[in-house]
């Protein structure tokens, strides 16, 4: 007897940290001991492991068996190291080949009956294991799907601890057993909205071009029944694919959440909708012990919208105020952070009183001035001055509806065209820069060195900026949507025309 090790992977967020996983068996009393800071479902895997190894032709010795998992440091979670200890502790018998066992990182919960269940997060993990130089994996054959996204890697997927032990070199004779399926595995991306089929509203139009050319954010106002649903759902559509990195990042998310997983990498930007009463750990992410990653996390490299945004509690929606400047999502336990990414698209709307028919000429609104106020004073200024465009969506009339219908509509192809080459003229702009698209520049980088703008151009800024119509931060977010209808446009630079439009998206909102 001695002592064997194999290695498993630990997520705390989206982060993965390598724990090699020790086994040694001693003289002693029969007894299985894991240290190493496990959580409760860790500690559990002592009965797990036992009952699973003998209900699969190979028990654990009767032995004192000591499992260590380090660094010893670092908080581990679930069920997912189970696979990892009982292969460290079978090498350890001699039942397998140690050698083999340490070069594979294992994965995965047993069940009693010796079947391995499929995990949570087996994508970011492989991914992170792979990042630190490990090539080879065993996994539930549930998780065989998940496992194969992850490029030069080799995964083997099992269905038993019996089959990973005879991988291992164990001489047992095969079992047929039948595989515990995982999450939901989808072969195409669901069907993406038409935008010609938006009637009227030219500049909520304009406006969502723009938001999906540059990355900004969007928050329309308007009273029901005038498209706001409807103009946010066809966002996604006119996004470009997403890139390798992205995709791996998106389909990584998904796989940490427990949501249906692509059979090939996610190409297409997520899109996430919470219900009004999402708390902030719905929102942002969290849990008491595991903590998970929430819509805001699902909708990176995407969109979030937020229907009926006012009727979201206050706190919840200030949650999203740190994330819309850093891109990037922090979870603070008391003895870690998890970390996430939040580098999504917010597409807020709201009715603009609780009635809805303030502003409306067919319907007379019953709300009161202090209570139109109060309704729309539930979305803080702090977060409103983030949203880059703002944007006032009306009914359409029958007029319009009869002159729209005899015209040709922006339709989604070409609208993504329109911002696939907007982005190559930003990525152009900006390819010595850090950033990628215009929601991302930085103001004062805006403002200095020669992407100034002259002062004629920006005179119509600079006076709303002096008579208090806008703040410091509105006017940055102004140059960015000025230059993101210049890439539009396919003019150098903006000129008062770019600057004016900008500034109506910013400020044509009627509270």
């Known amino acids: 007897m001695m002592v064997a090790r194999t290695h498993s992977v630990a997520l ?4 993965g940290s390598m724990v090699e996983v020790e086994a040694d068996i001693g003289n002693g009393l029969p007894t299985l001991m894991i240290i190493g800071l496990p959580d409760t479902a860790l500690s559990d895997a002592r009965d797990r492991v036992r009952a699973a190894a003998t209900n ?4 654990l010795p009767t032995s004192k068996i000591t499992v260590n998992l380090s660094p010893a440091a670092l908080p581990k979670h679930g069920s997912t190291f189970d696979l990892g200890i009982a292969m460290a502790i079978l090498a350890a018998a001699g039942t ?61 997927p099992v269905i038993s601890l019996r089959d990973a032990a005879i991988h291992h070199g164990a001489a047992l004779d095969p079992i047929p057993l039948d595989v515990i399926e995982g999450a939901r595995v989808y072969d195409t991306e669901p069907p993406e909205h038409e935008l010609s089929d938006v009637i009227g509203n030219a500049d909520a139009v304009l406006a969502l071009v723009a938001a999906a050319a ?48 692509p059979r090939t990498l996610a190409t297409r930007p997520p899109f996430e909708s919470p219900h009004h009463s999402a708390s902030a750990g719905a929102l942002i992410g969290g849990g008491s012990k595991q903590i998970r990653p929430g819509a805001a ?33 922090s979870i603070h336990r008391a003895n870690a952070v998890a970390l996430f990414p939040g580098r999504f698209q917010l597409v807020m709307a709201a009715n603009p009183c609780p009635c809805g028919q303030y502003g409306t000429a067919e319907l007379n609104c019953l709300c009161t001035p202090n209570t139109r106020r109060r309704y729309l004073g539930r979305l803080s200024g702090p977060l409103l001055d983030r949203i880059d465009i703002q944007v006032q969506v009306r009914r359409v009339s ?36 850090p950033w990628k698209l215009n929601g991302e520049v930085l103001g004062t980088w805006l403002r200095s060195g020669p992407q100034k703008l002259p002062r004629d151009t920006t005179l119509v800024l600079d006076r709303a900026l002096e008579r208090g119509l806008i703040t410091m931060r509105g006017y940055d977010r102004i140059l960015r949507v000025a230059w993101t209808l210049a890439d539009l446009d396919a003019v150098p630079r903006p000129g008062t025309d770019q600057i004016g439009r900008a500034l109506y998206l910013r400020k044509s909102l009627t509270l």
């Open 12 to 15: 705390l967020g989206m982060t």
């Open 56 to 59: 699969s032709g190979c028990p």
């Open 96 to 156: 397998v080949s140690a050698g083999s066992v340490e070069r594979v990182v294992h994965l995965g919960e047993l069940s009693l009956d010796g079947r391995l269940r499929p995990m949570n997060g087996v994508l970011p993990a492989i991914a992170a294991a792979a990042r630190a130089g490990y090539r080879t994996f065993v996994v539930p054959a549930g998780n065989r799907h998940e496992a194969s996204l992850v490029p030069g890697v080799t995964i083997v």
């Open 214 to 261: 540059g990355g900004h954010h969007i928050f329309m106002l308007g009273p029901p029944g005038a498209g706001k649903t409807m103009l946010a759902m066809r966002l996604p559509g006119l996004l470009p694919d997403l890139d390798a990195a992205s995709a791996l990042e998106v389909s990584s998310i998904r796989s940490l959440a427990g949501a249906s997983v």
């Open 297 to 329: 996390a699902r909708a990176s490299h995407g969109v979030l919208f937020l229907d009926e945004a006012p009727e979201f509690a206050t706190n919840v929606l200030d949650t999203l105020r740190q994330p819309l400047e850093s891109g990037v999502i």
């Open 398 to 433: 029958a007029a319009e509806l009869r002159l729209d219908g005899s015209g040709e509509r922006l339709t989604t192809v070409e609208a993504r065209n329109r911002v696939r080459e907007a982005r190559e003229r930003m990525a152009a702009r900006l390819s010595e820069t």
